[in-house]
């Protein structure tokens, strides 16, 4: 099991930025993969960016340039940067933690709700 525990969101105005952290309750290293996703209401959960045990990172169209995911493997910790955030970014942001090629072997936070709004 992991438990992921996502905090930093909050009302924001366009252009502005905010940064997510994710706290895991394991070793990143143990981890194949952390992403972060979002989901609007009414719609699905979208990927927002990867980042695999490797260190190579992925990132939707709709972010790259703006989102930035990294990791502090020594505190267990993922962080998503987002700069120059627009309406459309408004949703709630889930860690997701991938162990495994098994539904079971993927894990989700509580989730984070993110605004931007002017």
């Known amino acids: 099991q992991v438990q992921l525990v996502e905090s930093g969101g909050g009302l924001v105005q366009p252009g502005g930025s905010l940064r997510l952290s994710c706290a895991a309750s394991r070793r990143l290293f143990s981890i194949n993969a952390m992403g972060w996703y979002r989901q609007a209401p009414g719609k699905q959960r979208d990927l927002v960016a990867t980042?695999?045990?490797?260190?190579?990172?992925n990132y939707a169209d709709s972010v790259k340039g703006r989102f930035t995911i990294s990791r502090d493997n020594a505190k267990n910790m993922v962080y998503l940067q987002m700069n120059s955030l627009k309406p459309e970014d408004t949703a709630v942001y889930y860690c997701?933690?991938?162990?495994?090629?098994?539904?079971?072997?993927?894990?989700w936070g509580q989730g984070t709700q993110v605004t931007v709004s002017s």
């Open positions: 980042l695999t045990r490797g260190g190579s990172t």
């Open positions: 997701n933690a991938r162990g495994g090629p098994r539904q079971e072997d993927n894990y």
